[in-house]
Nanobody, 115 residues
Framework: QVRLVESGGGLVQAGGSLRLSCAAS????????MGWYRQAPGKQREMVAI???????TYADSVKGRFTISRDNARDTVYLQMNSLKPGDTAVYYC?????????WGQGTQVTVSS
């Protein structure tokens, strides 16, 4: 059974920083893309940042220059360093992993940025 365990969410003031972590465990093979998505109340889930095994990264325009995604392939873990947080970043953040033909989601972690 595959599990994605997220951590690092919380409440922070605008301008602050948080670091999210997501560790994959279980029978998960051939991980390719790992990434983060978010969903704010009343809005659709959107891609925040993704990274491929090749090292290629993609960011949403709204977070470029503020967020950095990284991964530890040996530990099947992906991170999201979030700096200069804004109230508009408030959302539930979900870890996403693509492994072969399968896709997995974490349970979500709440990030709240106060003004």
């Amino acid at each position: 059974q595959v599990r994605l365990v997220e951590s690092g969410g919380g409440l922070v003031q605008a301008g602050g920083s948080l670091r999210l972590s997501c560790a994959a465990s279980g029978n998960i093979f051939r991980i390719n893309i790992m990434g983060w998505y978010r969903q704010a109340p009343g809005k659709q889930r959107e891609m925040v940042a993704i990274t491929a095994t090749t090292g290629t990264t993609t960011y949403a325009d709204s977070v470029k220059g503020r967020f950095t995604i990284s991964r530890d392939n040996a530990r099947d873990t992906v991170y999201l360093q979030m700096n200069s947080l804004k109230p508009g970043d408030t959302a539930v953040y979900y870890c996403n992993v693509n492994a072969g033909p399968r896709e997995y989601w974490g349970q979500g972690t709440q990030v709240t940025v106060s003004s």
